[in-house]
């Protein structure tokens, strides 16, 4: 199974960026079409970004033109650059393969608040 870490959360303002970070165990990670996702309070989770395994890539319409994923297969690391944040972007940040389930493993995501 595929052990998953998100960093590079914080608190920035509007207008500001962030870049996160996911490090993922196992051999078999080059080969996932990976995604990040995210879940504001009170909200369902929401499918935000997503890659291959050959590099492409797809966004959701509210962050597309802000947001950027990317992957380091030598890392074995998925990337989402944030930037133009808006206070809506608030919420737990986390990446996982596409299309996982809310009850396969998940990591403990990261934290991403953006003020007015």
């Known amino acids: 199974q595929v052990q998953l870490v998100e960093s590079g959360g914080g608190l920035v303002q509007a207008g500001g960026s962030l870049r996160l970070s996911c490090a993922a165990s196992g051999s078999i990670f080059r080969f996932l079409h990976m995604a990040w996702y995210r879940q504001a309070p009170g909200k369902q989770r929401e499918l935000v970004a997503t890659i291959t395994s050959g590099g492409s890539t797809n966004y959701a319409d509210s962050v597309k033109g802000r947001f950027t994923i990317s992957r380091d297969g030598a890392k074995n690391t998925v990337y989402l650059q944030m930037n133009s944040l808006k206070p809506e972007d608030t919420a737990v940040y986390y990446c996982?393969?596409?299309?996982?389930?809310?009850?396969?493993?998940w990591g403990q995501g990261t934290q991403v608040t953006v003020s007015s």
């Open positions: 996982n393969r596409h299309g996982a389930l809310s009850g396969d493993y």
